[in-house]
């Protein structure tokens, strides 16, 4: 018989939401959602849903174990997670990522200055 595949998901508004009927079956619903049954069903594996205990991504404690997805992860609770997860570092010492399908570029924002005498100005030799 294959071993259930344990997947633990946190819900967040708009991006991953548990739709559990009442047949049993499970409808991931949101962006995140649709994909991650997308790559589950592609996997042809028998999995179970499960939700983040603390509802969060995961941040490190300071006794080395992790919150969230990526702590369930990490102690065997659950056997792989997938969302709007940040690969980092600190992350990748606890548990493997896959490729990343998503970059998301971050750009800073700041007050725009008032006028900036230039060095190479006429007015300045």
């Not at 499970?26 to 028998?46: D, N, P, S, T």
């Amino acid at each position: 018989m294959k071993q259930k595949t344990f997947v633990v998901v946190s819900p967040m508004e708009l991006l991953m939401h548990v739709n559990r009927k009442g047949n049993g079956d499970v409808q991931l619903e949101g962006c995140e959602g649709k994909f991650l049954q997308i790559v589950l069903e592609a996997l042809r594996i028998q999995y179970e849903i499960v939700v983040s205990k603390d509802l969060l991504y995961g941040e490190p404690l300071p006794d080395g174990n992790f919150t969230g997805m990526i702590g369930m992860v990490q102690r065997g609770e659950a056997d792989l997670t997938g969302g709007y997860l940040t690969m980092n570092e600190v992350r990748s010492k606890v548990v493997n990522f896959s490729i990343p399908y998503l970059i998301e570029e971050t750009t800073f924002i700041t007050p725009k200055p008032g006028n900036i005498k230039s060095n190479f100005s006429p007015s300045s030799f």
